[in-house]
Every structure is written in structure tokens, then in C-alpha cells.
């Protein structure tokens, strides 16, 4: 476990690691330009959240045919998924760059310096979409096989090109123009094509067949279906919440970036025990071992329970201090607090959810995930955010709300975990 772990860890923090940095970065421009990354970059998360079928599903489906034997069809599972990541994020860059424009103004309250900064954002930033979704499909086959090690470094060394090149082209140097918030988009982009050249090498250094077959895209899509209607439930809510908080003023749309920045880094950093359960669940299952995949089960939901608990230290020892890495504005610092406490006691209940989450997933236990994860965004999270900003509670009824999304995602996968339905043992669930 700690063999994939750790490097999973290592990839899963790149990423919202790079984004601390650029919130950093950018947080020092002002409060609109910082509330200008807030809204396009929650909507530019949406391709890589809405459509991590193609690294989650995929990891799922090569685990189970690496577990019986047949690593070169998890290998092909790979295949499938890239040609998957390069026509759908053909037709995302197309549709994106159409609506920008409304959608930026629609969630920044309208017209204004917050919308155009998201908008001059985006429009460069949009172009990297093909590249996000070529690299979770790397991620997702080469985790089926259990080889965390290659993504780790890919990543890496994107995310770190990425980090590099940001601060350079928003302030400038001697010979480099500073671009202000717009060369955060342009080194976003760099270090995606890095990363996704890279992982497209190593699929082809495997010699698989590489034209498509549509019979394992139709059933990647079928899993994907799952997964995506899921992750309409989390976006639904994450972009309802940066819509209302940008109803607040800008402080309040920055303070709320800062924290949600901080809360998906901690959370890909958990996840990290669920992608190794993900592969060792899925090997497990396919080799037909489910005594097996239910001990992965319950040591993967202790570590878990344990990473929270120390997260919610670490954050409430640092209360103080780490926000002013990110924003020097005193109305943004001011605001930061309402929120702050939520994101430190939800840490306990987000280290299970999340380890168990991978448990359910290695196993292809989507439906019951897309089942639960939607009632709890649209009975809870979803309503709370809304009232929030009818009767003006702020950040903390948006907190609230998604308080009760992960107290009701909690007992659910507690429940289907303990009752050992989703051990279904087969190389393909059905």
C-alpha cells in the first residue's frame, strides 16, 4: 500500500500544489484579480472533475485485468481512454471558448472587473483542457498496473516546469514582459503539454495496438456515465458556491478561493490512500481475492481516519499564519476565518470518506456512488447554498453546506462498506 501510496501522493499534491502557488502568485495582484482566478479556475476544474472517469474508471478496469493476468488488455484499457481524453477535449476547447464569455459574467454576478479577469483568463487557459484529460488517462492505466512510479515523475516535472514559469511571467524579469494574471494561464498550459507528451510516450512504449475499438469505449463509457453524473453533483454545487459567494463582494469570493483551494489540495493528498486501495481492490477482485479487497478495506479506512485527524491539527495550528501566504488584503484576511473552521473540522470526516471512496471505486461500485453522492449534493449541500445567499449567512451557510454533504456521503460509504455488496470478484464487473 505504501509503495503506491506514496508516489500517488506525491502526483495527487502536484496539481493543487501548483494551484496554491498560482493563488499565491496571483493573490498578490489585488483582490480581483484573485476573484478573477477564483471563477475561472473553478470552471476550468470542471473538465478534469467531471470527466476523472478517465482516470478513475480506467484505473479500475486495468486493476481488475492486471489482477487476472492479462496486463497487456489493461494496457489497451489505456489506449482507449487517451482516444477518449483527445476527442472529448477537442470538442471542450470548442464549446468552452463559446460560452466563456456568459458563463464567466453568470458566475461573477455580471459585467465588471471580476468577470473580464476571469474571462482573459480563460481564454488562454481553455487550449490545456485535451492536455488534462490525456494525462489522468496516463495516470488511470498505469495505476491498473500498479506502476505509480512513472506517473509520479511525469507530473512532477509538469506541474513543477508550471510552478517555475508562473511567478516569471506574471511579475516578469529582466527580458521577460510581465503578463500579469494571464501568465498564470500560459504556464498552466506549459506544463500540461509537458505532462501529457510524456505520458502519450510512455502508452507508446508499450507497443499496444493503438487503434480504437469500440466495443471497450463503449464500456468505458458506461462506467464513465456513473462517475460523470457524480461529478455533476460535486460541480453543481461548487460552482453554485463560488456564485454566491461572488454575490458577496469580492473579499468574500477571495477568502473562499483560499480555502477551497486548501481543501482540494488536502484532499487529493487523502485520496492518495484510495488510489492505492483503488489498484490493490481491483487486483484483488479480478485475481478473485474479495477476503483480500475487504482487508485493503478496513486498513485503508484507519489510515485514512488517522491522515484526517492529523490535518485538522496541523490546519488549526496554522490558522494564523498560512492564509497570509496567499493574500496580503485586509478585507480577504478579515473573511478567511468564517470558512476557515469548517475546512479544520471537517478534516476527520474527510480522511474516511475519501480512503473508502477508493475502496468503492477500485471495486466499479460507480452506481452506488453517483446514487449517494447526488442526494447528498442536491438534499444538502446544494439547498444550504442557495438559502445562503437569500438570507445572507455568507461563507458560513456555504461551509454548512458542505458539512452536511460530507456527513451524508460518510454514512453511506461506512454502510456499503461494512455490508461487503460491492466484493464482486471477476478481470470485468458487470
Excluded at 498578490?28 to 478517465?54: E, K, M, R
Excluded at 496516463?138 to 508562473?166: E, F, K
Excluded at 447554498?385 to 461506512?414: C, H
Amino acid at each position: 500500500m505504501l509503495r503506491l501510496a506514496v508516489p500517488a501522493l506525491l502526483v495527487l499534491a502536484a496539481e493543487p500544489l501548483y494551484l496554491l502557488v498560482d493563488t499565491a502568485v496571483v493573490g498578490h495582484l489585488g483582490a480581483v484579480p484573485l476573484a478573477g482566478l477564483a471563477i475561472g479556475a473553478v470552471l476550468l476544474a470542471q473538465v478534469s472533475s467531471q470527466l476523472n472517469f478517465l482516470s478513475y474508471g480506467t484505473t479500475a478496469r486495468a486493476a481488475r485485468l492486471h489482477g487476472a493476468g492479462r496486463r497487456a488488455e489493461a494496457v489497451g484499457e489505456g489506449v482507449q481512454s487517451t482516444w477518449l481524453a483527445l476527442g472529448v477535449g477537442a470538442v471542450l476547447v470548442l464549446i468552452g471558448e463559446l460560452v466563456a464569455g456568459p458563463v464567466a459574467r453568470a458566475l461573477a454576478g455580471g459585467p465588471g472587473p471580476v468577470s473580464d479577469a476571469a474571462l482573459s483568463w480563460l481564454r488562454i487557459a481553455l487550449p490545456g483542457a485535451p492536455l488534462v484529460l490525456v494525462t489522468l488517462a496516463g495516470n488511470g492505466w498505469m495505476r491498473g498496473v500498479q506502476d505509480t512510479a512513472r506517473p509520479m515523475r511525469i507530473v512532477l516535472l509538469g506541474n513543477g516546469l508550471s510552478a517555475i514559469a508562473c511567478p516569471v511571467l506574471v511579475y516578469g524579469l529582466s527580458g521577460v514582459p510581465a503578463l500579469g494574471m494571464v501568465g498564470s494561464a500560459v504556464a498552466n498550459v506549459s506544463g500540461q503539454l509537458v505532462a501529457a507528451v510524456l505520458f502519450i510516450r510512455a502508452l507508446l512504449r508499450e507497443r499496444p495496438p493503438l487503434a480504437p475499438v469500440p466495443a471497450l469505449l463503449r464500456a468505458q463509457l458506461r462506467m464513465g456515465r456513473d462517475l460523470v453524473l457524480r461529478s455533476l453533483g460535486f460541480q453543481a454545487c461548487f460552482l453554485s458556491a463560488a456564485a454566491v459567494a461572488a454575490r458577496f463582494g469580492a473579499p468574500s469570493v477571495a477568502a473562499h478561493q483560499v480555502v477551497l483551494q486548501l481543501w482540494n489540495f488536502q484532499a487529493l493528498v487523502l485520496d492518495s490512500l484510495a488510489i492505492a486501495a483503488q489498484s490493490l481492490v481491483g487486483a484483488a477482485l479480478g485475481a478473485g481475492g474479495a477476503d483480500r479487497a475487504r482487508r485493503v478495506a478496513t486498513r485503508v479506512s484507519r489510515y485514512g481516519l488517522v491522515l484526517g485527524c492529523g490535518f485538522g491539527v496541523l490546519f488549526a495550528a496554522l490558522a494564523g499564519v498560512l492564509p497570509r501566504l496567499f493574500t496580503n488584503d485586509a478585507e480577504v484576511l478579515t473573511a478567511i476565518p468564517v470558512a476557515w473552521w469548517f475546512f479544520v473540522a471537517l478534516q476527520p470526516v474527510a480522511g474516511l470518506v475519501f480512503a473508502l471512496d477508493g475502496v468503492l471505486l477500485g471495486a466499479g461500485d460507480a452506481r452506488f456512488l453517483r446514487t449517494w453522492t447526488l442526494l447528498a449534493a442536491f438534499c444538502g449541500f446544494l439547498p444550504l447554498i442557495w438559502l445562503s445567499l437569500v438570507f445572507r449567512w455568507g461563507l458560513a451557510g456555504i461551509w454548512t453546506g458542505l458539512a452536511m454533504f460530507m456527513l451524508v456521503r460518510l454514512v453511506s460509504v461506512v454502510a456499503r462498506s461494512r455490508s461487503g455488496a460491492w466484493a464482486v470478484t471477476g478481470a470485468v464487473r458487470h
